[in-house]
């Protein structure tokens, strides 16, 4: 059977009540909820059932053991994650504005995931695993992007295969090598899953068509462009296939991308066809942005039969 890894940022989110600009003045919070892109992508895919596995570092606090506690019991192996006795784990501060964008504070490269080393337990799992899921977003620190081109590089080696979800933010794009880990991984990518412009950031071209055809051309296998609301597509050498998106009312959009992902590359390792794929991570996206919290909105293969037999046309 197949088993997914994934290296990165856990953290947890610390969100503001009300919305507003910023943390300058004093506001109601509430957290902390498990997070992290990559922690809620594997957190999603250990609920389907899928064999799933992290590589992370937390401090041995509270904030690390409620992600621990989280993973574990949505069937993530956890035994890459490295509690360390002397660090803190990360967190992020996040705001809404009215506008429906976000302000955060993050202290993650200052934190234990901050260091995160392929060692013991972690290098057990690069051995086992046979699938790599990497997020942009977590090449923020040249030891976390030393881990995860070396792990990306040795389980592609091994036979296996790479998804790549660029999932990029401006407050991290200038990290240290991260331009040139992108680039990295992307020459590694079979399943490539950018939402909307971040396209055109690794492919520059005229039209979405030709962006893809030229990342098709280059050596991606698959590339499942998400359109928020809309829906997502996905395009292979011979196959184009388009669904909209479910409806739902959107509560809390963070984490969609992350379930869609996981969802997406689940049913993909699984041999489902694109349109099964395609339909099942949509309905996890959807899912997703119905519930406040980050990790709260990964659902079951149960939950998203349900909102697929309800939405069935
Ligand atoms: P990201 O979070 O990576 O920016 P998107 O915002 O495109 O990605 O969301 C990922 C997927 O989640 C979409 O392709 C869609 O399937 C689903 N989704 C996101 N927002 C909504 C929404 N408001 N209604 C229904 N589905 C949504």
């Not at 621990?68 to 069937?75: T, V």
């Not at 996040?94 to 260091?115: K, L, M, Q, T, W």
Request: aromatic residues 6%.
């Amino acid at each position: 059977q197949s088993k997914v890894l994934t290296i990165g940022e856990v953290l947890v989110e610390i969100v503001a009540t009300e919305r507003g600009n910023g943390f300058r003045e004093p506001v109601k919070l509430i957290g902390p909820f498990p997070s992290g892109a990559p922690a809620i992508f594997i957190d999603q895919v250990g609920k389907l059932g899928q064999a799933a596995a992290i590589i992370s570092r937390v401090g041995d606090d509270d904030f690390g053991h409620v992600n621990l506690d989280r993973l574990k019991s949505d069937g993530v192996d956890v035994s890459g994650i490295d509690v360390d006795p002397l660090g803190t784990t990360g967190s992020a501060f996040v705001r809404y504005r009215e506008d429906g964008g976000r302000n955060f504070v993050f202290n993650i490269r200052h934190s234990a995931c901050g260091s995160i080393e392929i060692k013991g337990p972690a290098a057990a799992l690069v051995e086992t695993c046979t699938h790599m899921h990497v997020m942009g977003s977590s090449l923020y620190a040249p030891s976390v992007v030393e881990a995860i081109l070396k792990a990306t590089r040795r389980i592609k080696a091994k036979g296996g295969t790479v998804s790549f979800d660029p999932n990029l933010r401006a407050e991290i794009l200038n990290s240290p090598g991260m331009r040139e880990a992108l680039a990295i991984v992307l020459g590694e990518t079979d399943l490539f899953l950018p939402s909307g412009e971040e396209l055109f950031l690794f492919s520059p071209a005229d039209s979405e068509k030709e962006a893809v055809a030229n990342l098709l051309k280059g050596g991606v296998k698959a590339v499942v462009l998400k359109r928020g609301a809309a829906g997502a597509s996905y395009f292979d050498a011979t196959r184009e296939v388009s669904l909209p998106g479910f409806k739902v009312t959107e509560v809390d959009p963070t984490g969609a991308g992350d379930c869609f992902g996981a969802t997406f590359v689940t049913f993909w390792l699984a041999g489902a066809d694109p349109e099964t794929a395609l339909r099942y991570a949509n309905a996890a996206g959807a899912k997703a942005v119905t519930r406040s919290g980050p990790m709260e909105g990964a659902s079951t293969r149960a939950e998203l039969d349900a909102l697929i037999a309800e939405q069935r046309t």
